[in-house]
């Protein structure tokens, strides 16, 4: 959440050269792919991956990332740790991390400092 917000508006739009996303759709995937990780690996509900239509403003996607970020929070309240849950859910933190990774790339291209990484 700290790296969407030290974005500004216009660099939600920025790709790099040779990127496939842009910040937006880069931020969007995250927030996808926390809920289809979720739904696959965490609660073992098989789920095709069908994103929805990316949007690439601000408000659009900060709003997505704090609802995925949301209702994974809430499955792992109501469901039991298992070996296959904790997989599931360390596989979710490994995909949210490699993307942040590119992320902050992004912002460093933008001239933004990228906020400290927080475990």
Same mark, same amino acid.
Not at 42 to 57: C, H, I, L, Q, Y
Not at 89 to 95: F, N
């Given at each position: 959440?700290? @790296?969407?917000?030290?974005?500004?508006? &216009?660099?939600?739009?920025?790709?790099?050269?040779?990127? !496939?996303?842009?910040?937006?759709? *880069?931020?969007?995937?995250?927030?996808?792919?926390?809920?289809?990780?979720?739904?696959?690996?965490?609660?073992?509900?098989?789920?095709?991956?069908?994103?929805? @239509?990316?949007?690439?403003?601000?408000? &659009?996607?900060?709003?997505?990332?704090?609802?995925?970020? !949301?209702?994974?929070?809430?499955? *792992?309240?109501?469901?039991?740790?298992?070996?296959?849950?904790?997989?599931?859910?360390?596989?979710?933190?490994?995909?949210?991390?490699?993307?942040?990774?590119?992320?902050?790339?992004?912002?460093?291209?933008?001239?933004?400092?990228?906020?400290?990484?927080?475990?």
């Amino acid at each position: 959440m700290q @790296v969407a917000a030290v974005m500004p508006e &216009a660099g939600y739009t920025f790709r790099p050269a040779g990127a !496939g996303w842009n910040f937006g759709e *880069l931020l969007q995937h995250i927030a996808y792919g926390i809920e289809w990780w979720k739904d696959n690996y965490v609660k073992g509900k098989k789920t095709d991956w069908a994103p929805p @239509v990316v949007k690439s403003d601000k408000q &659009a996607v900060q709003k997505a990332l704090l609802q995925a970020y !949301g209702v994974l929070a809430e499955t *792992l309240g109501r469901i039991s740790l298992t070996d296959e849950v904790v997989a599931g859910l360390h596989a979710t933190l490994d995909h949210i991390t490699h993307h942040r990774g590119q992320a902050v790339l992004y912002l460093r291209c933008n001239g933004v400092e990228p906020p400290e990484y927080s475990y």
